[in-house]
């Protein structure tokens, strides 16, 4: 299973916030919570990339203290998808 | 026995036109029998001769339901297991129940349990009827199955088309040509029939239309009473443990308050516990507690009880806010161009669950995913808005002629 890309997975998120009405900027070093990026939408975003990977990913809390920027998102989302 | 004053009514099966009293009799079916009916021409003949020889005790569901595991355990509880011409015997002795009649639930919370009821306890209605053919799409078997075939034969004038589920998407037309004049079905059976065939079921002459078996809301009420204006549109509260237990037919979800509490002898007694509907029954499977805790959810207003959901899954929690399932599918429901919904509750990372929803969508239909999410987000509280929605192409509907999918 080949995992997405990082446009891809940035294009979903943009997705994610479009549906509320916001705008993903193009700036990965943007601040989550300037944009309004909040662990609901996480979640959402997880499960667009479950969807298109038709796989399960599991991730806790603690595990995004550090996610701070859209891409600290980018690439969490990347580290968690399957490399084979 | 004599025959029951609903014998001459006419019956119509995939197999069989003609009255109860005509059915070819089943003298070799086993005095205590699980009938695994292939169909509807099984299952009355089985009906008809459990009736006739007054001292039968009788399981009838489709064969379909009942796997190996479950047949044995009617056959180590003294039924013998009679499918088409073949005929288990039972693997324990077992005094015969006479009139004894065993439902199955629908199974909706694991396997379906057996639950003991008579032929008296099934007929729920008495006393002057206006004479209808009714059309009955139930599984056979079912509570509801019962509740028309016991109709049929307490009182005259009340014939019956019964419907395979492989006949679910032409009904209309079978209806129109046997001349039914009054069809029970679950709120998807009807949403799906006005989906599917509005103009031609706009053309039946339904005099009674009755929905149970799921929720029923505002918004399918008044579609069947736009388009049938001068039918009597009812929606029943039955499940095999509890009987039929509320009939309201004044055209609006949920029932008056003022029933709640009362007590009227031979009525059922309807209470609020929490937020669960508990009843108490005349009508009720034997063996029921007094007071019966249906698992299903309510909710309050000034002078309506609403039956929502089932309280398992209506209630999803969305990293620790309470989302209802059954708000957010009324709220989708409200949208013109949706038809038909479901809400769930799905694991996510992080907050454990989102809500998640599954539409069908009006043939003309313009709207989007996201126009739906924004239609539901002007009203509910972020976490309870879908964050998936999927568009299906057909209402989606199970034997049960229920949706939960």
């Given at each position: ?6 446009d891809h997975v940035r294009t979903m998120m943009g997705e994610v916030l479009a549906a509320q009405g916001k705008q993903l900027p193009a700036d990965d070093s943007t601040r989550l919570d300037g944009i309004g990026f909040r662990s609901l939408d996480f979640s959402e975003l997880a499960l667009r990339v479950e969807d298109e990977l038709d796989t399960e990913l599991n991730f806790d809390a603690p595990e995004l203290r550090s996610v701070e920027t859209v891409g ?13 | ?405």
């Amino acid at each position: 299973m080949s995992g997405l890309s990082r446009d891809h997975v940035r294009t979903m998120m943009g997705e994610v916030l479009a549906a509320q009405g916001k705008q993903l900027p193009a700036d990965d070093s943007t601040r989550l919570d300037g944009i309004g990026f909040r662990s609901l939408d996480f979640s959402e975003l997880a499960l667009r990339v479950e969807d298109e990977l038709d796989t399960e990913l599991n991730f806790d809390a603690p595990e995004l203290r550090s996610v701070e920027t859209v891409g600290d998102v980018l690439d969490f989302i990347d580290q968690l998808q399957p490399t084979a | 026995m004599s025959a029951p004053c609903g014998a001459g009514n006419r019956i119509v099966t995939t197999g069989y036109v003609g009255t109860w009293a005509d059915l070819p009799a089943w003298p070799d079916l086993p005095a205590a029998a699980a009938v695994l009916a292939e169909d509807n021409t099984d299952a009355v003949r089985a009906v008809w001769q459990h009736v006739m020889d007054g001292d039968r005790e009788t399981l009838i569901s489709t064969a379909r339901r009942v796997d190996a595991t479950q047949a044995e355990g009617f056959r180590s509880a003294g039924l013998a297991v009679a499918q088409g011409d073949r005929v288990e015997a039972p693997s324990t002795e077992h005094a015969v129940d006479a009139g004894r009649l065993w439902l199955l639930t629908s199974g909706s919370t694991g396997r379906p349990k057996q639950v003991a009821h008579t032929l008296d306890s099934l007929t729920t209605v008495s006393g002057e009827q206006p004479s209808r053919t009714w059309l009955c799409p139930y599984a056979t078997g079912a509570y509801a199955w019962w509740q028309v075939v016991s109709l049929s034969l307490a009182l005259p004038g009340q014939d019956i088309v019964f419907i395979e589920p492989d006949q679910i998407d032409s009904w209309p037309q079978l209806a129109m040509e046997h001349g039914v004049t009054a069809a029970s079905g679950t709120p998807t059976f009807w949403r799906q029939a006005m989906w599917r065939s509005g103009a031609t079921v706009a053309q039946l002459p339904l005099e009674q239309i009755t929905l149970g078996g799921e929720p029923v809301d505002q918004g399918i009420l008044d579609r069947l009473r736009e388009v049938f204006p001068a039918a009597r549109i009812s929606w029943i509260y039955a499940s095999s443990e509890a009987g039929a237990a509320i009939a309201v037919h004044d055209g609006r979800a949920g029932f008056p308050r003022a029933w709640l509490d009362r007590e009227t002898p031979e009525r059922p007694t309807l209470r609020v516990e929490g937020d669960e509907l508990v009843i108490a029954s005349p009508h009720a499977a034997e063996g029921m507690p007094s007071l019966i805790h249906t698992g299903d959810r309510v909710e309050l207003s000034d002078d309506r009880v609403a039956i929502v959901g089932r309280l398992a899954s209506d209630e999803i929690n969305v990293g620790g806010s309470k989302a209802s399932g059954s708000s957010v599918r009324r709220r989708l429901l409200d949208h013109p161009d949706v038809v038909w919904a479901a809400v769930r509750g799905r694991k996510a990372p992080l907050v454990g669950q989102v809500v998640v929803a599954d539409v069908v969508l009006a043939g003309d239909a313009t709207v989007t995913t996201g126009d739906l999410t924004s239609w539901c987000a002007e009203q509910l509280p972020d976490y309870a808005v879908p964050r998936r929605v999927r568009v299906l192409p057909e209402i989606p509907i199970k034997e049960s002629l229920k949706s939960d999918v």
